[in-house]
Each structure stands twice: as C-alpha cells, then as structure tokens.
C-alpha cells in the first residue's frame, strides 16, 4: 500500500511540474513579443515628420494600445485553452493511473484471496485427514482397552468361582470338625482313666489328672490357648502320653496352627501307631495345608486300621474332590454313604456333594 501511495505522489509531482514549466514559456513568449513591438514603434515614429510626431504618436499610443490589450486577451485565451487541455490531459492520466493500479491490486487481492482458499481447503483436508486418523487410533485404544476388560473379567470371574469353591469347602471342613470336636468332646472321657501313664511312686498322679482335666474343659469351650497350657502341664507330668498330645494337637487345629497340631499328631501316632483318629486327624491338617496327597495317605492308613471309618472315608473323598479327580472322589463318597450310620449328619452332606459332582 506504502509504494501505491508513493507511486500517486510521483505522477502528481510530474504533472505540477509539467505545468510551471509551460506558464514559464507562455510568459517568455509574451515578452518577447512586447518587446519587438516597442521597438518597431520607435523606428517608425524616428522616421515621422517632426510636425505630425504628436498626431501619430497619440494615434500609435492608441493603436497600441489596442493592439496589446487585444494581444492580451487572445494569450490569455490561449494560456487559458493549454492549461485547460494540459490539466485535462493530467486528469485522464491521473484517471487511467488509477484505474490501473484499481486493476493490479483487484489482481493481487483476487490472488490472495485464491491462495487463501487453496489454503483453506488444503488445511481442511489436513483437518479431515488427521481427524479421522485420530478417531481411528482412538477407536483402536477402546477396542483394546475392551478386550483387556473383558480378560480381566474373565479372571475375575474364574478367581470368584475358585474362591467360591474353596470357602464352600472350608465351610463344609469347619461344619466336619465341629462336628469331630463334638464327638471328641464326648470321647476325650474316655481317656481320663488310661491317658496319663504315670510312673509308679510318683506323687503327682492327682495333679496331672487334674490338669487334663481342666484342658478338656477349656477345649470345650473353644479357649483353646488355655487348653494347650494345661495339656502341656499335662506332658510335663506324663510325656508319654499320646492321649495328651492327640488332644492338644486338636487344640493346636482349631487354634489354626497347624504345623504344632501336626507335630503332635504324629507323637501321639509314634506311642500309639493304631489310633486311626490321630491318622485321620493329621490327615486333616495336611488337607487344610492343601498336602492332599500326605492327606490322603493318612486317611488310607486309618481306613486300613478301621475298615468302617466313614468320616475317614468322607475326608478322602474331599481331598480327591480338592485334586480335581472327580471319580475317586464320587468312589470314597459312595463308600462313606454305605456307612453312614457312622457319620454325624447320616450323609446329607454327601448326598449334596455327589449332586455337586454330577452323582
């Protein structure tokens, strides 16, 4: 914009100067011509006769002054016409420079207005283009953010299902050994008379029975903390006692300590190799610690020892049921039912847990 106006600030400067230099001219030609007149005058009336010098002098002052003023007029007219047609001109020149330079920048505007369209439809394309690659790779990131939701919810559910299945079974074990412990809080009577062997001429005998006593009344009132103690007072007195260590290795289990119930377990299984109870037992422990085949290896002895130790049985087909192997367990099942005179509930549970399999 700058150059346009420098360019229309020349023109004029041209066309102003043009001007002065032509009334210049004008001006000199005027001049002369007044001059050649003066002198043609002077000759003439040098060679007028002395006595009509003042006629013709006021008749050429006259005449003079006619002429010049006519003179004056007609180069004023003209000076008047050349101004008129030279400022004339100098406006058609004007017009036409404008025009022209109206033309070059509706050019140069009709340009940058192409090339800003052109712009504008390239950075549209470049819009869509990164657009719809973005709605791509966002659509890619849902899919894979979907398929790991739904992996992650498949494991969920399978590790629901597993923890399901083991809280079943854990119930199931803690309904089992309330159901031992009160059988075996009815049968710890039995050991009262025979559990301490006492060597003769000792004077503690009374004591220790007492002790043993006051742990049965604690395990069976699930303090069991309190049954260890005395069970142990107990050992100190008789420790070859394997009633002793076979009730405080149930108190041991159902504190949930279960590596001292199965250490005492197997002392009272080392005194007396043919208590199926400690193998049974033991083998419960095991199966807790989910040592099913030690689990079963002890119920297998137990059976061996007593061939209608439903509970035994039961408890073997638990830990095959645990491992996975559906047959052997619906077998031991089967088995425990045709004692089920023998087992605390009479088989109820069993009958549920062979529909669970498939029975």
């Not at 494991?155 to 597993?162: F, G, L, Q």
């Not at 050991?191 to 003769?200: C, D, F």
């Not at 007195?237 to 197997?266: H, V």
Request: proline share 2%; net charge positive.
């Amino acid at each position: 914009m700058k150059k346009i106006w420098i360019l229309l600030g020349f023109v004029l400067l041209i066309v102003s100067t043009g001007n002065s230099q032509t009334k210049q001219s004008l001006l000199k030609t005027d001049v002369s011509k007044k001059t050649e007149t003066v002198q043609g005058k002077q000759e003439n009336q040098q060679k007028i006769d002395p006595t009509k010098k003042t006629e013709v002098v006021q008749v050429n002052q006259q005449n003079e002054d006619n002429s010049t003023s006519d003179k004056c007029e007609k180069l004023y007219e003209k000076f008047v016409d050349k101004q008129v047609i030279l400022y004339g001109n100098a406006l058609k020149f004007l017009i036409g420079l404008i025009t022209f330079l109206g033309v070059v920048i509706t050019i140069l505007v009709a340009a940058g207005w192409v090339q800003s369209y052109k712009d504008r439809r390239e950075m549209k394309k470049v819009r869509e283009k990164l657009t719809y690659e973005l709605k791509n790779e966002i659509q890619n990131d849902i899919r894979e953010i979907r398929e790991e939701m739904r992996k992650e919810k498949e494991t969920a559910v399978k590790t629901i299902n597993h923890m399901k299945e083991e809280i079943t079974a854990m119930l199931e074990e803690i309904k089992e050994q309330k159901s031992i412990a009160e059988k075996y809080t009815g049968e710890i009577a039995k050991y009262k008379e025979n559990i301490l062997q006492i060597p003769t001429g000792i004077k503690t005998e009374k004591e220790a029975r007492k002790l043993l006593e006051e742990g049965n009344e604690f395990y069976t009132k699930q303090n069991y903390e309190s049954a260890i103690n005395k069970y142990t007072e107990a050992l100190v007195q008789s420790p070859n006692s394997a009633g002793a260590y076979y009730n405080r290795g149930l108190a041991y289990y159902y504190k949930g300590d279960l590596d001292e119930a199965i250490r005492d377990y197997d002392k009272a299984i080392t005194i007396d190799p043919d208590d199926a109870d400690a193998l049974n037992n033991r083998g419960l422990a095991y199966r807790k610690k989910e040592e099913f085949d030690k689990a079963i290896q002890d119920y297998d002895k137990a059976i061996h020892i007593n061939p209608d130790y439903a509970k035994a049985m039961a408890n073997m087909g638990t830990a095959y049921k645990l491992k996975e192997d559906k047959e052997k367990a619906k077998f031991w099942w089967n088995e425990a039912m045709k004692r089920k005179e023998f087992l605390p509930d009479k088989g109820e549970r069993i009958k549920k847990w062979l529909k669970e399999v498939g029975e």
